[in-house]
Structures are given as structure tokens and as C-alpha cells.
């Protein structure tokens, strides 16, 4: 546990091996302060947490970063952080693979994302429940459930994710792979707030929801695109959208 600023509680460096961190419980209070930091350049990022909690601006709960080859992995069973542009979960993997296995994750804050993954050769989400309450810190940084960017493929199975705030998709992802997407529940809260919002540039995007909620102006329950491949949305229980 750490109080001030820029003060991680636990933060593993490894430049040419793996940075791995093992952590029951890990809690920060203080601006820049991250939970849980694993950095490698050459090799993999792991992270196996239990609860981690912060406080303050750009106090993120989980990152992993692999920047030159690298995977990024992430599990977690509870992530909460109370502050602006302090994602629970943050993945990057430049030239690797992200994946992240949360159960519950939870955010209050402008441009705070629940989960966010960056990699380049594809990515896997996995996650009980999520919330995130806060409107777009800026025009490209809404406060989105969850949000995957790659160029692999990617997959994403959800059980219930509920957003609050401007362009708050319950599920963001764009990438050049193929795309699937398995969801229980999405609900969101404000306008340009999608339930599942997808595009692909270069596969198809195949999507199995359950109770789908929209309420705000422009809010789709389901957005799907495929550039040069095939869209399949299967709904098993509802979709609805109340524009206000």
C-alpha cells in the first residue's frame, strides 16, 4: 500500500527477460500512482492479482506492458480505481499477444476504461463483470467497458459490462482480424454509447449476445462491420434502445 504521488505499489522491470508480478492485494492513493506495473522490452509482461485498488489521476489499478516481442497477460479477480484516465486493466503488446482474465472490474472517472488492450498480433478479453462511470476525458478517450485494439484476431467473452458517459461503449473493438464476441449483458448509459461496437478490416466478425440495453441518443445495442469479410449477430434474449 503506498500514499503520494507517482508511487506504485508494486512495479517488476525486466529489460531482456520476463516481468512477472504475483500480488494478493495491492492498494495506492495518490496521482500517477499505478497498482500493479509490469514492464519487459524483450520479453513477456504477467501480471496474477487478487484485488487492487487506487486513487487519483492516472492511477491506473493493472498495466502490462511487452514492447519488443512480448506478450502481455493479465488475471485479476477484482480492479477498482476512483479517478480521471485510471484504467483497471491496461495491456500493451507491440509486437505479441494480450490477454486478460478479470472477474470483476470497476472504474469512476473521465476516460477511465475498464479494460484496455492493445496488441498487435491479437488479443483475448475474458471478464465476469465490469463497470465504468465517467464521461470522455477528450473526443478519443470515452470511458468505455471494454476496449481491444489489434490487427490479429480477437475475442472477447463477457458476462455483464454497464457503462455511464458519452460514447461509453460497452464493448469497443477494431482490428484487422477475425472478431468474436460472446456477452451476456451490455448495458450502457449515454449518447454514442454502443453495446457492442466491432470492425475488422480483414475478417469476419461473428457476435453471440444476450440482454442488450442502450439508453441515449445515437446508441446502438449492436454495431458490426466487416470490411472485406462477414457479419453474424446472433440476440438469445433482447435488444433494446431507449434514446433520450
Sequence with gaps: RTLGRDSHAVEADARDG?????????ST???GSFGLLAYSWFGDA????GTVETYGLRARGIQADALFG???EVAASRVVTFGADADAI?????????AVRAGTVETSGAGSRGVFVFADRGASVAAERVRTSGERLNPFQPARGVEIRSYGDVSAD?????????GA???FVNTGGDVTIAADRLRTFGADAHGARAHTDGGDVTADLGDVTVAGANADGARLSARAGAVLARIAARARSDQG
Excluded at 504477467?46 to 492479482?49: C, G, K, S, T
Excluded at 463477457?158 to 458519452?166: F, N
Design 70 to 72: 512480448g506478450d502481455a
Design 18 to 26: 520476463t516481468a512477472s508480478i504475483v500480488s494478493a492485494f495491492a
Design 169 to 171: 461503449d460497452a464493448l
Design 90 to 98: 491496461n495491456v500493451l503488446a507491440t509486437d505479441g499477444f494480450g
Design 46 to 49: 504477467l501480471v496474477d492479482a
Design 29 to 31: 492513493r495518490g496521482d
Design 158 to 166: 463477457l458476462g455483464d459490462v454497464e457503462t455511464t458517459g458519452g
